[in-house]
Nanobody, 122 residues
Framework: QVQLVESGGGLVQPGGSLRLSCAAS????????MGWYRQAPGKQRELVAT???????NYADAVKGRFTISRDNAKNTVYLQMNSLSPEDTAVYYC????????????????WGQGTQVTVSS
């Protein structure tokens, strides 16, 4: 069994910062790409940022220069540092990871966290 648990969401004023964390736990053999997605009310879930096992990063245009994704492989954790937040960043943020568990068959599977709410408002 593999779980992703997010933390760090909350209410912040425009221009403020938040740091999201997502820790993978369970019977893990290896972790590939990790990433963050978000879903605003009435909209589809969209990519925010991803980081590969080799630390190559990719960002949505809307967050480039403001958000930074990073990972700590020793802790099986991915982070999202969000700066200069605006009301348009308000959404539920979901962590995603490609993980090979110790369960047979050992194939890569996509796992999602439960989501954490980020609200940017004055």
């Amino acid at each position: 069994q593999v779980q992703l648990v997010e933390s760090g969401g909350g209410l912040v004023q425009p221009g403020g910062s938040l740091r999201l964390s997502c820790a993978a736990s369970g019977s893990i053999f290896s972790i590939g790409a990790m990433g963050w997605y978000r879903q605003a009310p009435g909209k589809q879930r969209e990519l925010v940022a991803t980081v590969t096992s080799g630390d190559t990063t990719n960002y949505a245009d809307a967050v480039k220069g403001r958000f930074t994704i990073s990972r700590d492989n020793a802790k099986n954790t991915v982070y999202l540092q969000m700066n200069s937040l605006s009301p348009e960043d308000t959404a539920v943020y979901y962590c995603n990871s490609i993980i090979v568990s110790n369960t047979i068959p050992q194939i890569p599977r996509s796992y999602w966290g439960q989501g954490t709410q980020v609200t940017v408002s004055s």
